[in-house]
């Protein structure tokens, strides 16, 4: 059985940083692609961004360049999320979810399974 | 903002058919990218209900029926049934913003 659980969320004040954790189990880790999705309070889902399975590659959505860092520790099935200069707009749930491919930067990837969500809260 | 639009709203009585509409553009579904798309129960984590446009996961109704054409795609729920009140996402690749999106979600309700 495909697990994702999520951990390191919190509240944080504008500016601060916080990194989130996905332990995952029940799948092949270093072989999927492994992505962040963020649902602010009330509203729709948001791709944040997304990294391959062997070779690492990273992708982000635009509004989190160079503010946040994905990455994997394919040896403990571990994926992470470092968010750094963290803004008010950047509160949110954030999922961790398993692409059903490989690679990062395949156009048809998609998330097959999603962990239960860890909440950032970024207030003074 | 999402570049894929879907209405924030659709609802039908039991047993009806609802359709919700994807609607996206020649950067994403035009260009012949798949289209999937997630429900997400009250209060639940989103699920996969729909891939590659038109495939139901194991465990999924046939009452859920996906297609897509040039640059729309449509999510379809038949005999539609109380459990089925949830927002519904659909998700592409968009090539100008070389990364992935979902769409603006739908409310589904059950009168």
């Known amino acids: 059985e495909v697990q994702l659980v999520e951990s390191g969320g919190g509240l944080v004040q504008p500016g601060g940083s916080l990194r989130l954790s996905c332990a995952a189990s029940g799948f092949t880790f270093s072989s999927c692609a492994m992505s962040w999705v963020r649902q602010a309070p009330g509203k729709g889902l948001e791709w944040v961004s997304i990294?391959?399975?062997?070779?690492?590659?990273?992708y982000y959505e635009d509004s989190v360049k160079g503010r946040f860092t994905i990455s994997r520790d394919n040896s403990k099935n571990t994926l992470y999320l470092q968010m750094d200069s963290l803004r008010a707009e950047d509160t949110a749930v954030y999922y961790c979810?398993?692409?059903?491919?490989?690679?990062?930067?395949?156009?048809?990837?998609?998330?097959?399974?999603w962990g239960q969500g860890a909440l950032v809260t970024v207030s003074s | 903002q999402s570049v894929l639009t879907q209405p924030p709203s659709v609802s039908g009585a039991p047993g009806q058919r609802v359709t919700i509409s994807c609607s996206g553009s020649?950067?994403?579904?035009?260009?012949?990218?798949?289209v999937h798309w997630y429900q997400q129960l009250p209060g639940t984590t989103p699920k996969l209900l729909i891939y590659i446009n038109s495939n139901r996961p194991s465990g999924v109704p046939d009452r859920f029926s996906g297609s897509k054409s040039g640059t729309s795609a449509s999510l379809a729920i038949s005999g539609l049934q109380a459990e089925d009140e949830a927002d519904y996402y659909c998700q592409s690749y968009d090539r100008r913003l070389s990364g992935y999106v979902f769409g603006t979600g739908t409310k589904v309700t059950v009168l």
């Open positions: 990294i391959s399975g062997s070779d690492g590659s990273t």
């Open positions: 979810a398993k692409g059903r491919y490989g690679s990062g930067s395949y156009y048809d990837n998609y998330f097959d399974y």
């Open positions: 020649s950067s994403n579904i035009g260009t012949g990218y798949d």
